[in-house]
């Protein structure tokens, strides 16, 4: 089976883009489920029901991450809907770090964990992902590691080898090069990428982030027109063993 997982939507108008083209991706890479990092989705960061209500018309699972908290008013989306989860690790809070999208002929775990290094104070991913993996009973299994530090990405893709399908990178907002199969088994990359206006920085207009770097003096975000594009990797499995067989990565 073929799981397309989209990198961080920054902004409504990237989430609408998203949804045009999903069925044009979905045929192009035969892709039986969709899962979308969602947690920048909203205008002015963050995600909220409209931004996650637009993604749902795409995505299988919602995935999120530091900024998961942002908005209020997803503290009861989170919690009654399941396929919108937020990091497990952030410890006794509303929602669930993980969810289990049941397709019939199999059953795909779609886990959320977030960094310790350069984030907000959080439960040890590491620990967090050996106490899920003792509750989940399908081989089948897709964590998304919402973190800064390349280290640490790294380390949890050799920590889960074996143990998970795959082992996605998110946060950073820039694509890595480093697709592979470890140990034969776990799908790992150090960074999906984004979903947002590709003449930005991470999404947002260049020239506001140039001004903030080069003044110091605060600017409010502004979203750009433009081209957006679209990166995501296409991950393949095995789905009775649960062993990757295949990663590609995507940039439209």
Not at 4 to 25: A, C, I, N, Y
Not at 194 to 210: N, P, Q
């Amino acid at each position: 089976m073929n799981i397309l997982f989209v990198g961080d939507v920054v902004g409504h108008r990237s989430s609408e883009h998203l949804v045009k083209l999903m069925p044009q991706l979905k045929r192009r890479y035969s892709a039986d489920m969709t899962i979308v990092n969602g947690e920048n989705s909203a205008d002015g960061n963050g995600i909220t029901p409209r931004s996650a209500g637009i993604l749902l018309e795409c995505a299988d699972v919602i995935t999120t991450g530091n900024h998961c908290f942002r908005r209020r008013e997803m503290n009861d989306m989170f919690e009654e809907n399941p396929d919108i989860i937020r990091p497990a690790n952030f410890g006794n809070t509303v929602g669930k770090g993980y969810t289990v999208f049941d397709m019939g002929r199999m059953r795909i775990a779609v886990v959320n964990l977030i960094g310790m290094a350069y984030m907000e104070s959080c439960d040890n991913p590491f620990r967090c992902a050996d106490e899920l993996l003792k509750t989940i009973d399908t081989p089948n299994i897709i964590v998304d590691f919402h973190a800064e530090a390349t280290s640490e990405k790294k380390a949890m893709g050799y920590y889960l080898a074996g143990r998970v399908s795959a082992v996605i990178g998110t946060h950073t907002h820039v694509q890595t090069a480093d697709e592979q199969i470890i140990d034969g088994y776990t799908g790992y990359i150090t960074d999906v990428g984004f979903t947002g206006v590709r003449d930005s920085i991470l999404g947002i207009d260049k020239d506001i982030i140039i001004a903030r770097l080069t003044t110091y003096y605060p600017q409010k975000h502004i979203y750009p027109d433009g081209d957006i594009m679209i990166n995501a990797v296409i991950v393949s499995l095995d789905e009775k063993t649960g062993r990757c067989t295949g990663i590609e990565r995507i940039n439209t």
